[in-house]
């Protein structure tokens, strides 16, 4: 990502009658907003450390109203990070370059939706972005209705603006987006807020613009996609603290944070998926994932995320595993900040990641205070944690989603070593020993496999106790399926014994969760004598949670075939062709047709060339592969041509070309067996979490039969 560190935008405006004209009908943009915004962004610093202190201060004087003024000042900073976002913002569009944020992530010639979207764009914008929706989640959670819980609300306060004030306290020391250039008497570069002594301004007349490969619909939108994931764990984790602040070892503080954990793992996982889409889109390699540092320092606290939206539901049913829940969301909360971390520091090499930053220390010293208070607080109240009941069955459904757990804890070690062991490596050796995709997927493959068999299993077990004949003749249909299935494939010509297996399991998850739906509905159409339909539809929306996790499966069945359709049977090829001949890469040909090239208006260099697309002699249609240079930044964006179906993609990369066509173009083309079968199972991913999350409403003959039990009660 782009940092705004160590640029040369310019020329630069020093001559007094330049100057006038810069500022004339400029005092508005110049100073005005500016110094509004970093008032604000200032002040929101304040009241959040104020909150924090306030409901602690309340808590030991067990006054109230230190309390409430507490929750007011946290309700204050989400208008006052508006206000610092919006100023932010108009510096960005008018194009005040003397701000060096705005220099380094726009330039003249950007579009206005670029320039506004260049708030998440670089470090200090980005770190702005994420407080702001911190203070926006924070300010949900102050609104809630406390009457039933107010023991909870101090404790929630203090997490969360004490987490909200580390990240402003980087945001106005560290990296400032409100800081101007200044050259000092050395000639060298400074940007600070105020005005160094003995510096004087600097008035760049453009700007850098936003790194290419920020500029892909996928990227606006992924960062904040994954920025509200990690933001709302926020919440379960300060609410979890809370529950063991006051000693509450009931479920309550799971019923209250359900909706957020489903809300912060739906934004996990579409930042995810959109991430891989982006980088298809762009990075030009030919896949979607690479297990780049930074993609598993996000995937990291999806995975106990995930662990925890499982275990949680044991909780509830059987009073068990509360140790084990609160381990999970204290660890999924402070991933969400090593993940930050690992993003800005700069201590790792990536594509995904921003420059060298001094707030690496800072970092550090903050996951080490809140992780081990966290765990010094819950081993305080262990034995308090203790289940109301115990594991009956090794078949039983608390059982198999344990073991589940466990294989995502797996997978999770083995990213939290692979990306710290090039560090350990370099600090003990001195060489920077990186771990290759190799490593991840040879090491998780079983782990992934696991999870797809626990997932067709559990599904039919049963709470407490599950005797493995019942469970076998629950089994046996939709193995029986998986196997046809199997014998189906082979017949086709597959022959990889992993790709076998791993279509074994997910056509037996996706008969597993297929025949749960028809047994249900079949149950309720008995029952109600209602058309299937009907049946269906009414018998998913009683019980949203439980079919939309069905949903989920069945989003991940589709994933799991795409991406053993792509890593297994992906090819690849690379030739440098003459304009009229072609190459060939399994039953596709490809003839190159012509290559031009052009600079734009809005000064980037297009290069582009046109190639037929056959299919056993079949024209399929032309593709226009094409590599974008950015004058401003000196950095070019490669944009593949595909000729995407639901069976494959036909990917084709612009790798280089002389003046004259003629002389030879060089291409790199993939094929990718049911790529799409990914995004289609992302979509579908999505769509199950969005049922699982949405509020239920509680029936006519419930709310009667609570409003007779508290006229009773009364009486």
């Known amino acids: 990502m782009q940092s705004g560190l160590d640029f040369q935008p310019g020329p630069y405006i020093r001559r007094q009658d330049e ?29 959040a450390i104020y909150a924090a202190v306030a409901a602690v201060f309340g808590v030991r004087q067990q006054n109230p109203k230190w309390i409430e003024s507490g929750r007011a000042a946290m309700l204050l900073t989400f208008p006052l990070l508006s206000i610092a976002c919006v100023a932010l913002i108009f510096l960005l569009v008018t194009g005040r370059y003397e701000f ?66 580390f990240f402003l306290l980087l945001v106005v020391f560290i990296e400032n987006p409100f800081a101007r250039l200044w050259q000092s008497l050395d000639g060298s570069q400074i940007a600070a807020p105020f005005r160094p002594r003995g510096a004087v301004p600097l008035f760049p007349s453009d700007g850098i613009g936003l790194n290419p490969l920020l500029r892909h619909l996928g990227m606006i939108i992924h960062p904040p996609m994954l920025y509200l994931g990690f933001v709302s764990y926020v919440i379960p984790y300060a609410f979890a603290i809370a529950a063991l602040a006051t000693g509450r070892t009931d479920a309550r503080w799971i019923k209250l944070t359900r909706r957020w954990s489903l809300v912060a793992w739906l934004f996990l996982s579409l930042g995810l998926i959109l991430g891989g889409r982006w980088a298809y889109d762009v990075l030009g390699w030919g896949g979607y994932w690479g297990w780049d540092p930074v993609e598993i320092a996000a995937l990291m606290p999806w995975l106990a995320g995930t662990a925890f939206l499982h275990s949680v539901m044991i909780q509830e049913k059987r009073g068990i595993l509360k140790h084990w829940n609160m381990l999970l969301i204290i660890l999924t909360y402070a991933l969400v900040i090593f993940g930050t971390f690992l993003t800005r520091s700069g201590v790792l090499s990536s594509v995904h990641a921003f420059a060298q930053s001094a707030m690496g220390p800072l970092f550090l010293g903050f996951i080490g205070v809140t992780f081990i208070s966290s765990v010094a607080l819950l081993i305080h109240r262990w034995s308090d944690l203790k289940g ?62 696991g999870i797809l068999l626990l997932m067709g299993i559990a599904p039919l077990s049963v709470y407490g106790r599950t005797s493995w004949q019942r469970l076998g003749s629950a089994l046996w249909k939709p193995a029986l399926a998986a196997l046809i299935f199997e014998f189906i494939l082979v017949v086709q010509g597959v022959r990889s014994i992993a790709a076998l297996i791993g279509y074994g399991l997910a056509a037996f998850v996706a008969f597993v969760t297929l025949y749960e739906f028809w047994r249900g509905t079949k149950a309720r159409r008995k029952r109600h004598k209602e058309s299937f339909p009907t049946a269906l539809w009414r018998m998913a929306r009683r019980n949203r949670r439980r079919y ?15 991406i053993i359709g792509i ?41 582009r060339a046109v190639v037929q697309i056959y299919r056993e002699d079949k024209f399929l249609g032309e593709l226009y592969p094409r590599r974008d240079f950015y004058y401003a930044s000196q950095q070019s964006m490669t944009i593949p041509g595909v000729r995407s179906t639901l069976e494959d993609d036909f990917y084709v990369l612009l790798v280089g070309w002389e003046p004259i066509a003629a002389q030879g173009t060089t291409f ?25 999350a949405w509020p239920e409403r509680e029936s006519l003959p419930s709310r009667k039969r609570v409003s007779t039990r508290g006229a009773l009660m009364r009486a």
């Not at 090819?571 to 596709?588: I, K, P, W």
């Open 19 to 47: 100057y006038c004209q810069w500022l004339k009908g400029g005092f508005l943009n110049t100073f005005v907003v500016p110094n509004i915004g970093l008032f604000s962004l200032f002040l929101a610093f304040l009241v």
């Open 668 to 692: 790199k083309v993939y094929h990718n067996p049911l790529v799409n079968f990914i995004w289609m199972g992302g979509f579908v991913f999505i769509l199950g979490t969005l049922v699982a």
């Open 548 to 562: 939309g996790g069905y949903v989920i499966h069945l989003g991940i069945v589709l994933m799991a075939f795409g």
């Open 388 to 449: 109301e009941n115990h594991l009956d069955s090794v078949i039983s459904r608390e059982s198999l989603f344990l073991l589940n757990n466990l294989l995502f804890m797996g997978i999770l070690v083995i990213c939290f070593w692979g990306v710290l062991f090039p560090l350990i490596s370099e600090l003990f050796t001195g060489q920077k020993v990186t771990v290759g995709p190799i490593f991840y997927k040879r090491a998780t493959a079983p782990l992934w496999g």
């Open 567 to 607: 890593e297994m049977f992906q090819t690849e090829t690379q030739a440098t062709l003459a304009q009229g001949e072609q190459l060939t890469l399994g039953r596709y040909t490809m003839v190159f047709d012509s290559l031009s090239e052009w600079d734009t208006n809005e000064g980037r260099n297009v290069a």
């Open 100 to 165: 060096k944020y705005v220099a380094s992530v726009t330039s003249d010639t950007m579009p206005t939706y670029l320039r506004i979207t260049s708030l998440w764009g670089g470090q200090a914008g980005s770190l702005l972005f994420w407080s702001w929706l911190m203070a926006a989640f924070t300010g949900a959670v102050g609104l809630r209705k406390w009457d039933r819980d107010r023991e909870f609300l101090p404790w929630v306060i203090l997490v969360t603006m004490g987490t909200l004030a």
